[in-house]
């Protein structure tokens, strides 16, 4: 099937050319990149903050519907686990419907946060993009111990 791992620094290049690296060098968690032999499908940033989040969750046309966002999800909700964090958390965009329903079959639900809308230019690594969204806060509840972040 496929092999989920953290990027590592020879693999930003191979990944780059075909998925987004938008969170590279934000500097608060890493990659989750899956892998079948030596073509990545798809990656997940896991965010390290209190709660820790999910996000730049992105999976490559051609493999969509295939489980690889399930894999990353299921993997960032693994790490955070063993780190001993009992939630995950992440914002949805009000108008992305897959994505809504991935993320409340896997057991995300509101948690009573207001939409928040984020609107102008905002800096990405790549460089800057427009963006005009409403985002819902999600969280999933976990296994873990502890409210604090890995």
Known sequence: MWEIRELAPADIEPVAKVLGLARLGQGDGFYLVAWEHDDPLGHAYLALRDPPELQDVEVR????????????????????????????????????????????????????????RVQGTVQIRTGPIEVDDTLLTWEKRLGGTSSDPP
């Open 61 to 116: 046309p051609a493999h969509r519907r295939r489980g690889v966002a399930t894999a990353l999800a299921d993997a960032a909700e693994a790490f955070v686990a063993r780190h001993g964090c009992d939630r995950l958390r992440l914002t949805v965009s009000r108008e992305n419907a897959a994505a809504q329903a991935l993320y409340l079959g896997l057991g995300y639900a509101d948690v009573g946060i207001p939409p928040r």
